[in-house]
């Protein structure tokens, strides 16, 4: 069975920081991607990162470049977002999500097969 399970959410002030976990499993995890996105009512979904997890090569949005980075200890089969000076429109419910890997590039959100069940971020003014 796959899994894709976010933790590692919670409420904090702005300029604060918070580190996101996705633990992974049923999957061949050094052949996927694994993405970071996320949600606020109302609004789409939006992509924020990805790692290449045989690789370890990461890629960004505009929208969090220089403040999140993305890592993966293949051996726990496990990426993390290590997100700084958090913004209150960070505020959302982060996703993680795994692609299957293809190329060196982030793929399109609708390639990511499997999904993780959201954990919620709130950053506070």
């Known amino acids: 069975e796959v899994q894709l399970q976010a933790s590692g959410g919670g409420v904090v002030q702005a300029g604060g920081s918070l580190r996101l976990s996705c633990a992974t499993s049923g999957f061949s995890f050094d052949d996927y991607y694994i993405g970071w996105f996320r949600q606020v009512p109302g609004k789409e979904r939006e992509g924020l990162s990805c790692i290449i997890t045989s690789f370890g090569t990461t890629h960004y949005a505009d929208s969090v470049k220089g403040r999140f980075t993305m890592s993966s200890d293949n051996a726990k089969n496990t990426v993390y977002l290590q997100m700084n000076s958090l913004k209150p429109e960070d505020t959302a419910v982060y996703y993680c999500?795994?692609?299957?890997?293809?190329?060196?590039?982030?793929?399109?959100?609708?390639?990511?097969?499997?999904w993780g069940q959201g954990t919620k971020v709130t950053v506070s003014s």
């Open positions: 999500a795994a692609a299957e890997y293809s190329n060196d590039v982030c793929p399109p959100d609708y390639e990511y097969i499997y």
